[in-house]
């Protein structure tokens, strides 16, 4: 290798893709514009500079973007022509800005679920606008989401995208319906427990499947179509996806308010992490052990459970 792809190897990750970052940002707050008042602050409350949350689903995408050849900006141009000649040559933006409004839905339907007061380290929008408003506003970016599929003209992409729209519905679902079946099922006296393999389904619809088929969507839109190529990238979409939930999960347990924008504990007190308890080879016991401690701790029933 030469010197300059060494250092290619070790620059930052969000740094390589941050001009592309920064446009899909600029980018989808006027793509959220809605025309009623209410509306429209509800629709952008999550695209506010400040409240855009970590951005993992656009860097990765657009990493993967670059990896097959889609162009990186060379520099931010601004205004309308630019952003029309942009979304001409760049479909792997629009993914971006797609999986971002879906994600975003999905988090201020979540946020009324659980009745959530923090999300991003601001205060949740059901907590700002209501119930209401907050359902509206996710009903409208899908919509915004579905608008800007379609201009993209493949039927494929649609497909892939509205499915994983219905995993994250499915994930949801199972997620709330978690802890009352495995509990009837299991007669645990702990509820927030359940199999490894529901875990692993569940995260994979709820979190990892966003991710795999929006990468899988910019690897058609560049004519990677060729199914070893395809296995791959919907495979390390998943393991990414998979990986970044148990990390999360993790964090709920050890991460503090600040780091988290959001109380910790939060998860497990609203019923959202499982813990697993299964026969894992070693490697694997550092992850999973970290909750189930710390769960311990602060549950001390849970004692009996894992003695059992
Ligand atoms: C309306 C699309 C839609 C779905 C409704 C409520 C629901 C069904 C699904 C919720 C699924 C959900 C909240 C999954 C969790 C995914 C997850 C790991 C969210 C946190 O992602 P981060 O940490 O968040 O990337 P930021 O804030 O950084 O973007």
Redesign the pocket.
């Known amino acids: 290798q030469d010197g300059d792809s060494r250092s290619q190897e070790h620059r930052d990750p969000f740094e390589l893709v941050a001009d592309d970052l920064s446009l899909v940002a600029d980018r989808l707050r006027s793509m959220v514009a809605a025309e009623v008042p209410k509306l429209a602050s509800a629709a952008e409350y999550?695209f506010k500079v400040g409240a855009?949350?970590?951005?993992?689903?656009p860097t990765v995408l657009l990493l993967m973007a670059s990896a097959l050849k889609f162009p990186l900006s060379e520099s931010r141009q601004g205004g309308v022509l630019s952003i029309l000649a942009d979304k001409l040559r760049t479909p792997h933006l629009n993914i971006a800005e797609i999986t971002?409004m879906?994600?975003?839905?999905?988090?201020?339907?979540?946020d009324?679920?659980d009745d959530a007061d923090t999300?991003?380290g601001v205060s949740s929008l059901n907590l700002v606008m209501g119930n209401k408003l907050s359902v509206l506003a996710?009903?409208f970016?899908?919509s915004r989401a579905c608008v800007a599929l379609a201009a993209l003209g493949n039927t494929e992409v649609v497909s892939l995208m509205a499915t994983a729209?219905e995993h994250?519905?499915t994930?949801?679902?199972m997620?709330i319906s978690t802890s009352r079946e495995q509990r009837r099922s299991s007669g645990m006296v702990f509820q927030n427990i359940c199999s490894m393999d529901y875990y692993l389904q569940k995260t994979y619809y709820?979190?990892a499947s966003?991710i795999s088929n929006s990468c899988k969507a910019v690897a058609i839109l560049a004519g990677h179509t060729a199914e070893v190529s395809m296995l791959a990238l919907t495979n390390s979409g998943s393991m990414q996806g998979l990986a970044?939930?148990l990390i999360?999960d993790v964090l709920d347990f050890t991460g503090t308010s600040a780091s988290l924008?959001k109380g910790s504990l939060s998860d497990i007190r609203h019923n959202r992490v499982e813990i697993i308890i299964v026969t894992l080879d070693k490697k694997d016991m550092g992850i999973i052990t970290a909750p189930i401690l710390y769960a311990m701790e602060e549950f001390p029933q849970l004692n009996e459970v894992v003695d059992q």
């Open positions: 999550f855009e949350g970590k951005k993992f689903r971002e879906i994600h975003v839905a999905s988090l201020l339907h979540d009324v679920l999300r991003r996710g009903d970016l899908l729209v994250l519905v994930g949801e679902t997620q709820k979190t966003l970044f939930q999360d924008g």
